[in-house]
C-alpha cells in the first residue's frame, strides 16, 4: 500500500494522447511547469483532486494523482526524485526534456 | 530468415485493425483508462515516466536490413530520432504518441514485425544466442525451434492470462550467450549418444527480487517433442502457479516450493498424457522452418588477410576492434561482428536512426541482409569476410560506433533506470556514463580483461544485475539515489548469483567503488586469471575491506 501523504500536495498527470507530464496549474488547468502547479494541504487536497479529476473524465489527461510538494517561494515542486525526473525530462538527454522548451500549450 | 506466410500476415492485421479501434475508441473517451489499460500492454505499449513507450518483439533477436531500415524511419517519423535495444533482444521507442501508435504497427507489420506479446502475463519473446547459425561452437542453430516456439505460444488460448509473465531461451553453442539459466525456461541444444538433437530443459530460473538458477528437469528431450513438453511445463505452472500475490508468481517461486524434482514428475506426467495429442508439427513442417534457417552459401575465404593485418598494425582502435568485437565464424574467411552500442560516455543499447541506417547499409553490403541484436545490448553483423573489417570499422567508427570494448568492463548492461522507467527507484544511465568515461582507455581496459557489469535501476532487474560479475543495484534510500554492489554473478554456462557486498554508495561513491573493487582483482590475480575465477578462488571478504574497512 503506498504511503500516506503530509503536507503540501500537487497533481500530477499525463497527457492523454501524447503522454507528456503536466501539473495541475492555479488557473485550474495543465501545465508542463512546476512554477504553475496548484498546491493544497489537508482536505484541501481532496477540492484540487476533484478539480483535476474532471480532466480525465474529458479524456485531456490520464494516470493522475496527488504527489507530496515542497514549497519555495510560494511556489510548489515535486517531492520526490521520481516525480522530480517527470517534471524535468530524462536527465541524460537534455536535448529531449522540458529542459529546453516549455512551448507546450497550456491547456 | 522466417518469412511471414498466409496466416502471420492475417492474423498481425486482424490485431492492428483491433488495436486501431480500441485507440480511437479510447480518445474519444469510449473506452476508460481502467478498460484501456489491458489493451494496450497486449500490445506492447507502456506509459512510462515522461511518455509512452512501445516495445516491438524482434523475434530470437535476428532482423533484416530492411527490418533495421524501417526501425529507423519510425525512430525519425514517430520518436525523437532513435530507439532502445533491450536485454531480451527487443527493441523500445520512448515517445510515441497513442494516436501514432496504430500507424507505427502497421508499419512494422509491412515488415513482418509487431509489438504482440512484448508485456503481460503470457510467453515473450523466445531469446537466442546473437551468433545463432553462424558460430563455430554450436550443436545447432537455435533459430528454427525458436520459431516454432514462438508461433505455438502467440496467442495460444491458455496461455494467455498465466499468473505472470513468462520467458524462454535457447541456445544451441558450448558458450551459453543468452542467460538459459536465468530463464523460466532454459533450452540447450544437445546431441545424445546416438548423434540425435534434443534439449537439456531446466525450469524456474530468473531475476527479479527473488534471483533464482534454473534446475534441469530433462537431461535429454528429442527435438519433435519440444511443443507437447513445453506445453505441460506450463500447464503445471498455469494450474499450480501463484495468482494471490504478483511478487510470488513466476515459475520459479512454484519450482522452489514444489521442488524441482516435483515439478519434473508433474511435467512427465502431463506430458505421458497429451504427448500422442497433436501438439508436436509434424517433421515436414520442422523441415520447412528449418529452411529459412539455411546457412547462407558461403564460399571459403582466406582466414588470414594481409592487408587486414596492415590497417591493424596502423590503427591500434582497429587492431583492439579486431580482437575484442569479432567472434570465429563456422566458415573459415569470416567472423561475426559486434558493434558495440556502449560508447565511452554514452547511453548503452540506444542507436539513432542514422546509425541503425548505417547498420542496414553494412548488413546489405557485408552480412547477407542480416543484423542480429545481442541480450547484452549490442548489434551483430554475421557472416561477414575478414577481408571487409577494415572498410567495417572504418564507417562504424565515423558513426561513433567504433567502440573496441565488447566482452570488456565498460561493455556494460544498462536499463534505463530512473531517466525513462517508471518502475526504477534510481538512474542507471549516468552511472553507466561514469564508469565508462573513468574506464575510457582501451589498453586499460585489455589489461583488466573480460568483465562484465551489469546495472539495474530497480529490483526488478532488467539490467540482469544478479548476474554481472560485478553488479549495481539502484535503490531509494529514503528519497536519494543510492547504489549496491554486487560481486559474483555469472549469465553464462557457469550461471551464479551475485552476493551484495554491503551498504550502498551515492552517484559518485559507486563508480569509486568499482575502481577499488578492479583495483583489488589486479592487486591478487594469478597468472592470467580473469576476474569471476579471482573472485571466486578468493570470496568476498578482501573486497569487503577495499570497500568498507577492516570490520
Known amino acids: 500500500m503506498a504511503k500516506k501523504i503530509t503536507g503540501p500536495q500537487m497533481i500530477i498527470a499525463n497527457g492523454l494522447d501524447d503522454g507528456r507530464v503536466v501539473f495541475f496549474t492555479r488557473s485550474g488547468g495543465w501545465s508542463p511547469n512546476t512554477e504553475d502547479a496548484a498546491y493544497a494541504e489537508d482536505d484541501a487536497v481532496e477540492s484540487l483532486l476533484e478539480r483535476a479529476q474532471v480532466f480525465v473524465a474529458n479524456n ?47 491547456a | 530468415m522466417y518469412a511471414y506466410d498466409q496466416f502471420d500476415h492475417a492474423m498481425v492485421a486482424s490485431r492492428n485493425a ?19 489499460k489491458p489493451l494496450r500492454l497486449m500490445n506492447g505499449l507502456y506509459l512510462q515516466l515522461h511518455a509512452y513507450m512501445l516495445r516491438a518483439a524482434i523475434p530470437y533477436g535476428t532482423l533484416s536490413a530492411d527490418q533495421m531500415r524501417r526501425l529507423a524511419h519510425i525512430a525519425r517519423k514517430y520518436d525523437k530520432g532513435y530507439a532502445h535495444f533491450t536485454t531480451r533482444q527487443n527493441v523500445q521507442f520512448n515517445w510515441p504518441k497513442l494516436s501514432d501508435t496504430p500507424d507505427i504497427l502497421d508499419e512494422l ?46 496467442f495460444h488460448p491458455e496461455f494467455s492470462f498465466l499468473p505472470r509473465k513468462f520467458k524462454i531461451a535457447i541456445t544451441g553453442a558450448d558458450q551459453d550467450r543468452a542467460a538459459v539459466k536465468w530463464h523460466d525456461i532454459g533450452l540447450v541444444l544437445k546431441r545424445n549418444e546416438a548423434g540425435e538433437v534434443g534439449f537439456e530443459v531446466s525450469v524456474g530460473g530468473g531475476m527479479g527480487r527473488t534471483p533464482v538458477i534454473g534446475k534441469v528437469i530433462r537431461d535429454f528431450l528429442p527435438e519433435k517433442d519440444l511443443l507437447s513438453y513445453s506445453e505441460a511445463i506450463l500447464r503445471v505452472y498455469n494450474e499450480n502457479g501463484r495468482r494471490d500475490n504478483k511478487y510470488k508468481a513466476r515459475i520459479k517461486i512454484l519450482v522452489e516450493a514444489m521442488g524441482a524434482d516435483e515439478y519434473a514428475r508433474q511435467t512427465e506426467a502431463e506430458w505421458e498424457r497429451i504427448k500422442d495429442a497433436p501438439i508436436d508439427v509434424p517433421e515436414e513442417e520442422t523441415a520447412r522452418i528449418k529452411s529459412f534457417f539455411a546457412p547462407p552459401p558461403l564460399e571459403v575465404l582466406e582466414a588470414s588477410v594481409p592487408a587486414v593485418d596492415e590497417f591493424a598494425k596502423k590503427h591500434f582502435i582497429f587492431a583492439s576492434w579486431l580482437k575484442n568485437n569479432t567472434n570465429q565464424h563456422k566458415v573459415p574467411g569470416y567472423v561475426n561482428v559486434t558493434i558495440s552500442l556502449k560508447p565511452h560516455g554514452g547511453i548503452a543499447g540506444d542507436a539513432t536512426d542514422e546509425q541503425m541506417e548505417l547498420v542496414a547499409a553494412l548488413a546489405d553490403a557485408y552480412s547477407q541482409s542480416e543484423i542480429r541484436v545481442s541480450h547484452e545490448q549490442n548489434l551483430i553483423l554475421p557472416h561477414v569476410p575478414v577481408k571487409d573489417l577494415p572498410t567495417i570499422w572504418t564507417d562504424l567508427d565515423e558513426a561513433g560506433l567504433g567502440t573496441a570494448n565488447v566482452g570488456l568492463l565498460t561493455d556494460m548492461i544498462v536499463c534505463p533506470g530512473l531517466d525513462y522507467c517508471a518502475l526504477a527507484n534510481a538512474r542507471s544511465i549516468p552511472i553507466g556514463q561514469a564508469i565508462t568515461n573513468r574506464f575510457d582507455d582501451i589498453k586499460r581496459l585489455e589489461n583488466i580483461g573480460p568483465l562484465k557489469i551489469k546495472m539495474s535501476g530497480c529490483i526488478n532487474a532488467c539490467g540482469h544485475h544478479h548476474a554481472g560479475h560485478i553488479g549495481i543495484l539502484g535503490v531509494d534510500k529514503k528519497g536519494e539515489e543510492s547504489y549496491q554492489i554486487l560481486l559474483g554473478g555469472s549469465g553464462a554456462e557457469d550461471a551464479s548469483k551475485g552476493t551484495i557486498l554491503g551498504r550502498g554508495f551515492d552517484e559518485h561513491g559507486i563508480v569509486d567503488a568499482v575502481e577499488k573493487v578492479v583495483a583489488v582483482y589486479l592487486g591478487e590475480r594469478e597468472e592470467g586469471e580473469e576476474f569471476l575465477a579471482m573472485y571466486r578462488r578468493v570470496g568476498p571478504q578482501i573486497f569487503k575491506e577495499a570497500l568498507y574497512g577492516a570490520a
Open chain 1, 60 to 106: 485531456t489527461v490520464v494516470d493522475l494523482q496527488a504527489i507530496g510538494a515542497t514549497i519555495e517561494d510560494g511556489k510548489a515542486f515535486p517531492a520526490h526524485i521520481k516525480h522530480a525526473m517527470q517534471a524535468k525530462g530524462p536527465s541524460v538527454r537534455l536535448d529531449l526534456g522540458y529542459q529546453t522548451s516549455l512551448e507546450w500549450e497550456q
Open chain 2, 18 to 36: 483491433e488495436f486501431r479501434d480500441q485507440v480511437e475508441r479510447r480518445m474519444k473517451g469510449e473506452l476508460s483508462e481502467d478498460e484501456f
Open chain 2, 109 to 154: 507489420a509491412e515488415v513482418e514485425m509487431h509489438a504482440i506479446q512484448t508485456s503481460g502475463n503470457c510467453i515473450r519473446n523466445v531469446t537466442t544466442d546473437q551468433f545463432a547459425g553462424a558460430t563455430a561452437d554450436e550443436v545447432a542453430d537455435p533459430r528454427p525451434y525458436a520459431e516454432l516456439l514462438r508461433q505455438w505460444s502467440t
